[in-house]
């Protein structure tokens, strides 16, 4: 029989002790999250879809342990839940304490996506799959103890992502800049089995105070019947759209700053407080004010952010990503809270929640890379969140003819559009005109914020326009997306020295310029962008060939291959390139010639570089060039001291190494010069700002190292001030393997 005992009806105790659990188990879950994500990518050269990845394996994890809590709770009596459960509890510790495993390198002819859920699996599949049974168990359990507010457990919700909250804001204030990685892993080893102990705590309390229906309920047989199927669904897709515009938006942020727990943080924050504030006290006024907001803000982000984000500072821009991605989830979510259900199908509900995140976080990896070119899926979830704003009710055939009513006038403005698109023979001509009239239609879409359809619909065409425009007007020539994200080579035009227009290919990462080559005879041969003559790879090359020209030389990263021109015929290169897809861009003579033309027999080898280095015979080279930072994106474990050690163990006594740092967010050279002074190394830089208009030599920031100073002195007396000794920074602390700290060296 069933414990009756009423004492716990009132006990402050009971609510501290299940609310915190679901703290403790809230925060240990995001804090394992970027720790994790920062110990993987190392091993995929600190590509941004690394987080991505990991973020749908927490999000499947995630929905086991909610399918599993929902058949404990539902199939199994109390007692036989406490049992199954403390098995599995048990069995979990034999992972701690969290670690990577041993030799386990990632596949480098094939998309490693696989490999990285499997690594995590086996790393922390275990630990992460208890915590994710809490939330639902233990508010489950919380429902049958006798407590006045067992009825709606549901505020216990908010205690959960206050604990997801706190987590992932301490991680790259507190957390990430003090402590290393080997103490994280050990602290949060511990604070595991402090969970286990609350865990244990509560199941005591289930146990002793168990009853059948909380105290407030009416009987079983009076309980309201199963959602339906239209009900589910709606759920589903209230909680699938926020998911997928999650990782949509992390990846346009990581991409063009840094693949870094920092900035993935944020998008997932904003997430999180979507459920706290949608599941508390305030939650209908709030509510009320994210559906007012939606339409105003959506106005300027559609006008600025995708028309023309050229116009903007980058923190604006992000800033207004931030936002509509902020409200879009706020909306959907406050639905989602509006329409939860009887605490009888409490863990159906958040089954249903973590199953539509799994859904839409597959949707972005597994799905999206292969039938999008681009990262279309970030506008597209933002169409969706819109048809998922909420509709006054009425019968069936009533609202499908309203629906088609509000589609009128969108979809007309569509095939007007795709008409004038066909018919236009120079589109480049109009851009101003239609550029403007764009601006228009987005300003109109403020006028259908009661019609859902509507201003979906219309939003939709707008975007639509845009992207299409972009890919027009770009000249592309050839895209591609990889793990690593977007390839594409495009078709330019300039202004030779003659001030005739000239055209040009250039290539690009996301939106970036990874290099460009010249197709005139005489002149495609000729190194540009980051890598020009007149520019500090052109000093360099220039004063040591004088020395000698028997060099041995390693480059990493490849881009277009522009810097093989400075190759003579007696030397031996070889290229680290972490992407094949960009090795083969840069060998197909379609789209650059630059190895062909100048190092047709340079060796070619994937995968990422330090692996790779570390196969290569002690004091091999003459010269390293480190040129994966040309990206804003920065693989931060390039830049440890570790690094530095290794690239030096395979470096000669009179060699050099090369960093590329421009970088329009982050001051690469506090880094590498606190490690000139912590290992003493003799360093130079030379941030270079071309004199006059040359075309496609710009500035650009290079950083070089060696052994001792003599190697340097022929850049340092002869650069006239241009290669100077690097600043000394105060207060850093060294970058390490186990230690980076990106927020220190924002600009």
Request: charged content about 10%.
């Amino acid at each position: 029989m069933p414990n009756t005992s009423t004492s716990s009806e009132r006990s402050l105790s009971l609510i501290l002790l299940f609310a915190g659990t679901l703290f403790v188990s809230a925060s240990l879950m995001f804090v394992l999250q970027p720790l994790f994500g920062k110990l993987m990518l190392p091993l995929l050269g600190g590509s941004p879809a690394v987080w991505n990845t990991c973020m749908v394996f927490y999000q499947m994890l995630l929905f086991l342990g909610y399918l599993y809590a929902h058949y404990l709770s539902t199939r199994l009596a109390h007692k036989r839940q406490i049992q199954v459960h403390a098995s599995i509890v048990l069995i979990s510790l034999i992972a701690l304490p969290v670690a990577l495993p041993e030799s386990m390198v990632p596949p480098t002819d094939s998309n490693p996506t696989l490999w990285l859920v499997w690594t995590l699996f086996i790393s922390i599949g275990l630990p992460f799959f208890v915590i994710s049974t809490t939330s639902p168990l233990i508010q489950k359990w919380f429902s049958h103890v006798g407590h006045h507010t067992s009825h709606d457990p549901y505020y216990l919700y908010a205690a959960s992502n206050i604990g997801s909250l706190l987590a992932l804001l301490s991680y790259p204030f507190i957390i990430e800049p003090n402590i290393g990685l080997s103490m994280q892993q050990l602290t949060w080893s511990g604070g595991y089995i402090a969970l286990l102990v609350c865990i244990a705590a509560c199941g005591w309390y289930f146990m002793h105070y168990y009853q059948q229906t909380s105290p407030d309920s009416v009987e079983q047989e009076t309980l309201p019947g199963e959602p339906s199927i239209l009900t589910k669904l709606h759920w589903l897709a209230l909680a699938l759209v926020p998911s997928s515009l999650l990782l949509g938006l992390t990846n346009f942020v990581s991409t063009d700053i840094a693949a870094v727990p920092l900035l993935w943080i944020i998008p997932l924050t904003l997430y999180l407080l979507s459920f706290v504030l949608v599941f508390s006290r305030w939650a209908t006024a709030i509510h009320r004010v994210s559906l007012w907001l939606q339409p105003v803000v959506l106005v300027p982000f559609i006008a600025y952010s995708f028309i023309n984000p050229a116009i903007l500072p980058y923190w604006l821009d992000l800033t207004l990503h931030l936002l509509a991605f902020f409200l879009a989830v706020m909306v959907c979510h406050g639905e989602l809270a509006k329409n939860r259900p009887h605490t009888a199908y409490l863990t159906l509900y958040y089954l249903i929640m973590s199953f539509a995140g799994m859904l839409g976080g597959m949707f972005n990896t597994f799905v999206a890379p292969f039938i999008f070119q681009g990262i279309y899926e970030y506008p597209l979830m933002i169409v969706a969140a819109l048809l998922l704003r909420p509709i006054a009710k009425a019968d069936t055939g009533e609202q499908w003819r309203i629906w088609g009513i509000q589609a009128i006038f969108p979809l007309s403005l569509f095939v007007l559009g795709w008409a004038i698109y066909l018919s236009v023979a120079d589109l480049g001509s109009y851009m101003d005109n239609i550029g403007t009239a764009l601006i228009m239609f987005a300003g109109l879409s403020y006028a259908f914020r009661r019609q859902a359809v509507s201003l979906a619909l219309l939003t939709g065409v707008i975007i639509f326009f845009i992207v299409g425009l972009r890919v027009t007007m770009s000249n592309t020539v050839y895209k591609e997306r990889t793990f690593f994200g977007v390839l594409s080579v495009r078709d330019s035009v300039l202004l030779n020295e003659q001030g005739r227009p000239e055209k040009y290919k250039e290539i690009f990462h996301g939106t970036t310029k990874h290099g460009a080559q010249r197709l005139v005879k005489g002149l495609q041969q000729e190194p540009l962008t980051y890598y020009s003559r007149p520019g500090p790879m052109g000093q360099l090359f220039n004063e040591y060939d004088a020395i000698n020209q028997q060099w041995q030389v390693a480059v990493v990263g490849l881009g277009a291959g522009a810097l093989a021109c400075y190759a003579k015929p007696q030397q031996a290169w070889t290229f680290y390139e972490i992407d094949p897809v960009m090795v083969d861009i840069a060998l197909d003579t379609k789209y650059f010639s630059y190895l062909q033309r100048c190092t047709p027999k340079a060796a070619m080898i994937v995968g990422d570089a330090r692996l790779s280095l570390l196969a290569e015979p002690e004091q091999k080279f003459d010269l390293l060039i480190i040129d994966a930072f040309s990206s804003d994106s920065v693989p931060t474990h390039l830049l440890t001291q570790e690094a530095l050690q290794l690239y030096f163990s395979k470096i000669k006594t009179n060699g050099m190494l090369a960093f590329h740092i421009t970088n329009r967010h982050l001051d690469l050279k506090k880094v590498l010069a606190d490690h000139a002074k912590q290992l003493n190394y003799a360093a130079l830089i030379q941030e270079f700002k071309p004199k006059e208009e040359i075309p496609l030599v710009v500035a650009t920031d290079w950083f070089v190292l060696a052994k001792n100073e003599q190697v340097l002195a022929p850049l340092y007396k002869k650069g006239l001030g241009r290669w100077q000794k690097p600043g000394l920074y105060f207060g850093m602390k060294p970058w390490t393997d186990d230690f980076t700290n990106i927020f220190g060296i924002w600009k």
